[in-house]
């Protein structure tokens, strides 16, 4: 498998680790793209299904933890980008 | 196929190789593995050059490089077949006159070839443009590319610190230097496009380059800010192209890719951001002593505001993207000054 | 192909043969400098140079000679290519050139590289190296084909000595580049 190939599949499972703890409380986290020509990992957080807001990991923190999860799983360098509705900017 | 290069019988053993490499002048002091026959045909095998071939007459003693004797530095440095073009198009290119070869191999500086690379190959070669790619990386096409070109320089054109090279200090670059460019990173042409290639042509440019520069800052976000520090940084009031002419040689400066992003932000055309740059590498006149002041302003050096600027020309400020996401950082590679950047299409085997 | 010692094994030698030393031909003036034109070539970049070659240019019009002096700097582009048309025009009219100064590495291999320009004209020449690199200058000529040039070594370093150093290092080798070029008395 090419490293570009494993990049992809890398970050699907760790974007799904997370996703899972999400849709506890009907949150989701989905991949919008993940480039392995830039490096760049864009993730959106779906709050559509959420009753409680605040039972989601505040933004910083669901920041690190997604990180965490793709350092774990994704060799080399890479820039997450994650668009979090309860952030001005994502 | 016949090699006509002589045949020499050495010990099997790798570390008596290296003492015998050590004894016989071969290379750089590092160990290097056998040119055997089926090493060298296979590096051969993917030239677009037939063995026999004078690719170029390398300086400082005028050695004839045939593609044969390049093939074997090559084969000592652990080029795979498929990354031989590029070392055959980079000794082409830095033998362009314009290059200065002559000069840049005999003079007391530490200027070295540095090899940048555009294009597909990058990947396939393992050319490293990403974290730590000028040195840490070790991707095999920069580790052995680099160290063909610098063998090539050694064993064919015969540079022998303090005999055929005065060079000072040296710099690591002479064991090989050899990056990509983060092309998909960039907020401009590539440097290869900038100079005339197409986008999908694998180029390796040839830099006459000092040595790296580096330059950090934790306290700015404006990319103005930065690019005025970066500009200031790189008119340090001893570089060499405060020695000679001032319309000579090119300085590359290379941005990480969050640097770059913000930069391409301010400038998202490259030659303003080159021609912002040359405004502000500049220094005041009243900075040197009166000796070296005294020079620049017979060189008509000084400008009508006193100020004395590196380049004459916006485009003698090279900007490239590469390295690693952790921002903060910009690398210049300083001129030598008397010797242009020579770029090539790399070609390989019919 | 194999050895008959397993513990060996065989490579192909990574260096270039040398060149052959063929050398171009040098030239003296065997007669005085009087009433010749004698080049000299100086550089933007060294102060020390330019002082003693406005000596030496002195000291050749008091023995009767006309001088041309120019003054070079670049070595690419094309404030470079205009220097080597000037060394060029300059060895067409010259009958004989003093040309310097060989005092770092790039600049000592285009001192050598223009004093040659002036033996491929078939005129006199002496090329002005410092000590430290009179091997290097040694080299550059022998690879280019004129290992015959000739070649003043003047002490090193020169460039930070004070002025009166200068004048009198002029003083001191003026006779030794007069017999370079087999100027007769």
Known sequence: MSAHARFADDVTAAVDEVAQL????????TLVRADPKTARVELALVLDGVSCEDCILPPPMLFETIEQSLHRRVAGEFELRLADPRTATP | MTLTSERVEIAADPREQYTRALDEHWGDGVPLLPATDDAVEALLAASPYPADHVLCVLPPVNGVATVELVAINAAMAGVEPTAFPVVLAALEALSEPEWNAFGLTTTTSSVFPMLIVNGPCRDELGIDYRASCMGGAAGRGSMTIGRAVALC???????????TTKSVFGQPARLGFCIGEWEERSPWPSLAQRRGFRAEQDVVTVHGGKGTFPMADIHNDDPRDLLYLIAKSLAYPLANMYLGNPENGEVVVAFNPMWAERFGTAFPDV????????????QPIDLWPEGNAAMLRARGRVDERGQVHLVDRPDQIVPIVCGGLG??????????????????????AA | MTTTD????????PTAKPAGEVSAPAFTLDRPVSGLTIGIRADRAWRSWQLISSIWSERLQGDGAATIEVETGAQMGQPGADDRKEIEDLAGVADAAIVGLGTCGSCTTFTVKDAVTFEDHAKPVVAIVCEEFVVHGRNVATHLGHGDLKILVLPYPLEARPEDELRAIADEYYPAVLELLGVAQ
């Open chain 2, 153 to 163: 320089i050694r064993n064919i054109g015969g540079q022998r610190a303090g005999e």
């Open chain 3, 6 to 13: 397993p513990a060996t094994i065989w490579v192909r030698r």
């Open chain 2, 327 to 348: 921002s903060l950082h910009a690398i210049a590679l300083p001129s030598f000054g008397e010797s242009f950047m020579q770029s090539r299409a790399i070609v390989g």
């Open chain 1, 22 to 29: 999400l849709r506890a409380d009907g949150a989701d986290l």
């Open chain 2, 271 to 282: 030659e303003d951001l080159q021609a912002y740059l040359r405004e502000h590498a500049c």
